[in-house]
């Protein structure tokens, strides 16, 4: 599967923004869908996954209660609602995608996923 992310770009603190990653191909309800950031200088770091149905959510803990993720599997797509977006929310963010037939916190470890996307720009400015 290939992975496009976009909807990055720069916005005030406070502000939001939707990133979208749309996948290539058929079979996308077969892989659980995450979402991950690297800062400048950081490691990358998992934001948020989502189960192949969607109705199965996992959340780092300093985005929970503002950050959404969400699918739409008719239009092999999965989302990331972002409000309430902080400085240290800035980073490039990516989709990442693996074939898989549970779901667990196990999907927020990077070396889960087989399949990245390139990564989009969120710059939140004070």
């Known amino acids: 599967v290939q992975l496009q992310a976009s909807g990055g770009g720069l916005v005030q603190t406070g502000g939001s923004l939707r990133l979208s990653c749309a996948a290539s191909g058929r079979s996308f309800t077969e892989y659980t869908m995450g979402w991950f950031r690297q800062a400048p200088g950081k490691e990358r770091e998992f934001v948020a996954s989502i189960s192949r149905s969607g109705t199965s959510t996992y959340y780092t803990g300093s985005v929970k209660g503002r950050f959404t993720i969400s699918r739409d599997n008719a239009k092999n797509t999965v989302y990331l609602q972002m409000n309430s977006l902080k400085p240290e929310d800035t980073a490039v963010y990516y989709c990442?995608?693996?074939?898989?037939?549970?779901?667990?916190?196990?999907?927020?470890?990077?070396?889960?996923?087989?399949?990245w996307g390139q990564g989009t720009l969120v710059t939140v400015s004070s």
């Open positions: 990442a995608a693996v074939r898989s037939r549970s779901f667990s916190a196990y999907y927020s470890l990077k070396n889960a996923y087989d399949y």
